[in-house]
């Protein structure tokens, strides 16, 4: 193809890259063209300061008097299609998104849960006593496996059910009524529950409000006298609560103090009725053992570990052990002094602390058996001036009967009215100052009144600071005897 580059005509001046040369004086710096190399053709010399002619017949436009400075050069452009004049462009079709994939959420498969192996805690039991242990007022027990030594007792079996006694019962019974031909009949396993309403808290909305607002110095309080009632013991403490008369409250007295034991101590604490009279220990503590004191004490035996022990005892609700004294028979039984100090010391030598609850009066031998045993004692008595009077009584005949034993002794004044809560303290000191005995005064409380087992959480706040006050006296007093 032949173009107006190839073309070789001698036209002055002008060249693509540089201006065209015009009329006038020559540049003294131009330089004369280049020769072409020799071997290489016209037009395609690999030097980059070619000359390039353009023909003059291609400008579209004349020189304009000339001046080739506004020439205005027609590209040749032979050989190649012109563009369309019209091209016809279709419309692009309208845009539809495709619609996005189902989403399919993938099973949930839950976590298998492992509960952790629970590992028992290994138990210590306490040492053994001595193969020929006996307790005090009985003779020496032969080695085991001797003729003559108590076999130990045998394990009940797994899954025993004690017998259950029939239940009588009449299909034209109206349980409406209690009495006549046609009353409800009594059941073996009645309870006391339901019998009167209990109050939800022994203390009022108003006088939660104030101790609300005083909690701060009842804490501190409660503190101290808890770091009194935790301290160490080296041998077991038994204290013995004994009533003046009937109806002093002394049950009610030996539960809170067994409450309170049990609540601010680690160890193990004991709770025995010692009451032949049909004690309410275990009614008020909410809790009875399978057997009695009186049933222990017919036949000696040696308890040689804890586990024997327990078999024995029942579990109250502020985890105190607890032994009935009496069960099965309608009839109060009467206790030897020597089989129930044989029956304490076999069981209570597993146990910190041993609260007893004595029968009332001073003079039984059971009794006396109980306050020559115990290392403190408290003489529970209604808050009254009858009541005063029998706790100045009782405290003239310990002197005579054991005047070393005025010490460890407590006077316990318990409010069976709100009337009595009002009891004049420094009077009733002074009436036991020659002993030199220091009241307490349990006050009123609406749980207590009720004769219902006690659930501390029930209890008003000056109630348990009283219990827990009494309680810490009286382990201070019996850590005075060794």
Not at 49 to 68: E, K
Not at 202 to 207: C, E, G, I, P
Not at 415 to 444: C, H, K, W
Request: proline fraction near 15%; aromatic fraction near 6%.
């Amino acid at each position: 193809m032949t173009s107006s580059h190839d073309a070789r005509q001698d036209w002055p001046g002008t060249r693509l890259g540089a201006p065209p040369q015009v009329d006038g004086p020559a540049d003294e710096t131009a330089q004369p063209d280049a020769a072409p190399s020799p071997g290489v053709p016209d037009g395609e010399a690999g030097d980059a300061n070619a000359t390039v002619v353009v023909d003059p017949a291609s400008l579209s436009v004349p020189l304009n008097g000339g001046n080739p400075l506004t020439a205005q050069p027609i590209l040749d452009t032979a050989g190649y299609p012109s563009p369309p004049a019209d091209p016809n462009y279709s419309t692009p079709p309208a845009y539809s998104p495709a619609p996005p994939p189902e989403y399919t959420p993938p099973e949930y498969v839950p976590p298998q849960y492992v509960p952790p192996q629970y590992v028992p805690p290994q138990y210590a039991p306490a040492q053994y006593p001595p193969a020929n242990y006996a307790p005090p007022g009985y003779p020496p027990q032969p080695p085991p496996g001797q003729p003559g030594a108590i076999p130990p007792a045998a394990a009940p079996p797994p899954n025993h059910q004690p017998p259950q006694l029939p239940v009588p019962h009449h299909p034209g019974a109206n349980p409406s009524k209690v009495f006549g031909p046609d009353a409800t009949p009594v059941q073996a396993a009645w309870t006391p529950d339901g019998l009167l309403p209990l109050p939800e808290h022994a203390d009022n909305r108003l006088q939660r409000f104030k101790t609300s607002i005083n909690s701060g110095r009842a804490a501190r309080e409660a503190a101290g006298l808890a770091s009194e009632l935790s301290q160490p013991i080296a041998n077991t403490r038994r204290i013995a609560v004994l009533g003046i008369r009937g109806g002093s409250g002394k049950s009610t007295v030996a539960s809170l103090l067994v409450s309170a034991f049990a609540t601010h101590r680690g160890d193990r604490v004991l709770a025995v009725d010692a009451d032949p009279d049909l004690g309410s220990l275990g009614l008020r503590l909410g809790a009875t053992s399978p057997t009695s004191l009186a049933n222990l004490g017919k036949v000696p035996r040696v308890w040689a570990t804890l586990d024997e022990a327990e078999r024995c005892l029942g579990r109250s609700q502020s985890g105190a052990w607890v032994l009935s004294g009496e069960r099965g028979t309608a009839a109060p039984e009467i206790v030897p002094p020597n089989a129930y100090l044989g029956v304490v010391h076999g069981i209570s030598r597993y146990f910190a602390v041993a609260v007893i609850d004595a029968g009332a009066g001073m003079v039984t031998p059971l009794n006396q058996s109980v306050l020559a045993d115990a290392h403190s004692i408290v003489l529970a008595t209604p808050a009254s001036i009858d009541g005063v009077v029998s706790a100045r009584r009782a405290l003239e005949w310990i002197r005579e009967w054991g005047p070393h034993r005025l010490p460890q002794t407590l006077v316990a004044l318990t409010a069976m009215s709100p009337q009595a809560a009002s009891i004049d303290l420094n009077r009733t000191a002074e009436a036991f100052a020659p002993f030199g005995v220091v009241p307490a005064l349990l006050p009123y409380d609406r749980h207590l009144a009720t004769g219902s087992a006690i659930e501390p959480w029930r209890l008003g706040e000056r109630t348990r600071n009283s219990a827990v006050q009494l309680a810490a006296a009286v382990l201070a007093k019996s850590r005075q005897i060794p």
